[in-house]
């Protein structure tokens, strides 16, 4: 699937795969994560909850 859509956009577009594989008792993200990304960025995220200010950045970069 991300090769298919990667081949219906430009090469600057940015697809961030993710995936939590759920929650562990006490509400805490399962160590079992994991993510790609279709471009080289700087920085990466540490956890899970790492992505929601990551993907802000991103946006506000590219509508700066």
């Known amino acids: 699937l991300a090769t298919n859509l990667k081949t219906m956009v430009g090469d600057d577009t940015l697809f961030i795969i993710v995936s939590d594989h759920g929650m562990m008792p006490g509400g805490k993200h399962s160590d ?3 993510y ?3 471009n080289d960025i700087a920085r990466r995220p540490n956890k899970i909850e790492d992505f929601y200010l990551l993907i802000i950045d ?3 970069r590219r509508c700066a």
């Open 32 to 34: 079992r994560a994991f």
């Open 36 to 38: 790609s990304f279709s």
């Open 58 to 60: 991103l946006l506000n």
